[in-house]
């Protein structure tokens, strides 16, 4: 008998490590008995995800997937982080977010676990004239404040500046960021802004506020706008660089006009996608800042995607979020805003502000996820999806730059296209739901009362546009909305289910959970006659519908039924049309909507 060492970790220590090849075979096999016969390498293609930008995501990684060597926390090229201790000593900056004054809003936030404020001013936000109202009792040496307020930016900048003057605050303790951005203004409203007071700022913040920055590179526009992450990293990568040069133009030296960016990145439920975009975007700065003869670190901003908040069950929004935050943190952001729960819905209430701010306490204090300096990195899977993002970025930055930079490209709208064509292709997945929306296309709850906020102010736009996930189905929604409050019912649809439970179970839910999704009422119980359906969907097996489902559709059609679907794919007489899993939900239940008449 072979005596194992006493180390503690004996247990296994007799048998061989498995080999790839075995992996591959055993994969084989499962896959075989699913109807797929495929060997060696392609079993790997087979289980692989397809994601935006030319991206794959496969099943297994090993030691063979190499990526470049991510360097140590703190040092160039910052994959592991912008500082060598990470976020241990205090976890990220918790930044709370406001667009409109709330009695107590802000002292709340800051005095339950925010550490700075984002004030959104101006045009679709807090009258500039009242930021000494919203500022209002908060220790400015101590909470750092970054403004948004667009076109407005330097009559803000303005105002801030006095405030710390007027209340004696040390310029050497003022911390924050102006949050100039004139080409983020431009892709959200299609007006170019002159760059000198932008660069005025920047050079009084660099001589007199060391801690204080003068601009913001908001990725958000190019997010929002439907982009993949490779496109949002190449916009900013781009919208950098024009600032780089702008400020040295204006006689900044290349590192101070570095150390006056600050970028802003959305952190979306895809954890490893944002933990990777987070990691690549500091390597590609890390070497646009090495080539510019500044090297140093990307400060970033991350904020949760506004795109993925849902106005359908927002609750879920809090899930989101949560993973979203944890995305951001282990991929070392610097500052996390968390979007409440109800802000696709209008001005979040105090619940909700709670809500978003404890769910950076809960990651940072209880989760103890800020105790490790990256906590991805060494990952095989995360390492590569780092590298080969960044190389998808990098090519789309070169391609803004090969047509001109940042502002050419936004004036010639070839941006609007890139992003759009994007766009497209996602909304394929949704309306598929490839890509599910719980609570919305998946899972949707009809009796759902509806959530009630006050109106947010209306954002500035003329620009690129603002997507969502959920809006093709918000819009089938809406109409089964209207339909209800018109005729006291919402449009419905009999469930005609054939055989024992057994059988029709898995396909009824499926039926009733697709219908839903475009606000129509199945109904189960009874005959088609009591239903006040109009339509109706067999739900069984594929070997009762042999048998049954001609005659089923006869009957149902004798009955009344205008359209018969059945779920499942199959070509019986009586049948008008399949729901099957993969078909388009949004062009089968907006026809539906419109055979019964729901405008």
């Known amino acids: 008998m072979t005596v194992l060492p006493d180390d503690g970790l004996s247990l296994a220590a007799e048998f061989p490590d498995a080999t790839h090849e075995q992996w591959q075979r055993l994969v084989e096999g499962v896959l075989r008995k699913s109807g797929k016969e495929v060997s060696g390498a392609a079993v790997e293609d087979a289980l692989s995800t397809t994601l935006e930008d030319g991206l794959r995501t496969r099943p297994l990684y090993t030691a063979r997937d190499a990526a470049p060597d991510p360097g140590l926390p703190g040092f160039a090229p910052y994959v592991r982080g912008s500082r060598p201790e990470g976020n241990t000593a205090g976890g990220w900056d918790v930044r709370q977010r406001h667009t409109a004054l709330a009695e107590g809003a802000v002292l709340a936030d800051l005095e339950n676990g925010g550490t700075s404020l984002w004030l959104v001013l101006g045009e679709g ?319 949707p709850l009809l009796a759902e009362k509806p959530v009630e906020r006050e109106p947010a102010p209306e954002q500035p736009s003329g620009g690129l546009p603002r997507v969502r996930r959920d809006e093709a189905f918000e819009e089938l929604r809406a109409r089964s909305d209207a339909h209800l409050a018109a005729t006291g019912a919402r449009p419905r649809i009999f469930l005609a289910t054939l055989g024992s439970a057994a059988e029709y179970t898995a396909r009824a839910t499926f039926a009733a959970n697709l219908f839903q999704a475009g606000g129509i009422e199945p109904v189960t119980e009874g005959s088609f006659e009591d239903s006040g359906a109009t339509e109706a969907v067999l739900c069984s097996s594929d070997a009762l519908y042999a048998e049954q489902a001609e005659q089923a559709a006869k009957s149902l059609k004798a009955s009344g039924a205008r359209h018969v679907f059945l779920a499942g794919r199959g070509e019986y007489a009586g049948i008008d049309s399949c729901v099957f899993a993969g078909c388009d939900a949004i062009d089968v239940l907006s026809a539906t909507l419109d055979r019964m008449g729901v405008s």
């Open 125 to 443: 936000g807090i009258p500039v004239g009242r930021l000494g109202e919203a500022l209002e009792g908060v220790y400015l040496d101590l909470a750092p404040v970054v403004l948004d307020a667009g076109r407005d930016t330097e009559a803000a900048a303005e105002a801030l500046l006095g405030l710390y003057a007027d209340k004696g605050v040390d310029a050497g303790a003022v911390r924050g960021n102006l949050g100039g951005d004139p080409l983020g203004y431009e892709a959200r409203t299609g007006t170019a802004l002159d760059f000198a007071p932008y660069a005025a700022l920047a050079a009084r913040c660099a001589e007199n506020h060391p801690g204080l920055r003068a601009l913001t590179v908001d990725a958000l526009p190019y997010h929002e706008a439907g982009g993949s992450a490779a496109q949002e990293l190449g916009a900013s990568l781009a919208t950098g660089v024009a600032y780089l040069r702008q400020l040295t133009e204006a006689g900044l030296s290349v590192e101070r006009a570095a150390g006056q960016l600050e970028f802003r990145y959305a952190a979306t439920a895809d954890q490893f996608l944002t933990v990777a975009k987070l990691r690549a975007a500091r390597r590609l700065w890390s070497r646009v800042a090495e080539v510019c003869g500044a090297p140093g670190a990307q400060v970033q901003h991350v904020v949760t995607s506004p795109v993925m908040m849902a106005r359908r069950d927002p609750w879920v929004n809090m899930l989101r979020t949560t993973v979203a935050t944890l995305a951001a943190g282990v991929g070392g952001a610097d500052a996390v805003t968390v979007l409440p729960f109800d802000h696709a819905l209008g001005l979040p209430d105090a619940f909700s502000r709670r809500i978003a701010r404890n769910t950076s306490t809960i990651l940072i204090e209880e989760s103890h996820l800020a105790r490790v300096i990256d906590p991805a990195g060494g990952s095989w899977y995360v390492e590569r999806l780092t590298d080969e993002l960044a190389h998808a970025a990098w090519e789309f930055f070169r391609t803004i730059e090969r047509d001109g930079g940042q502002a050419a490209v936004l004036r010639s709208g070839r941006l609007r296209t890139d992003l759009a064509t994007t766009w497209a292709e996602r909304s394929k997945k949704l309306a598929k739901r490839r890509e599910p929306i719980t609570g919305v296309s998946e899972f």
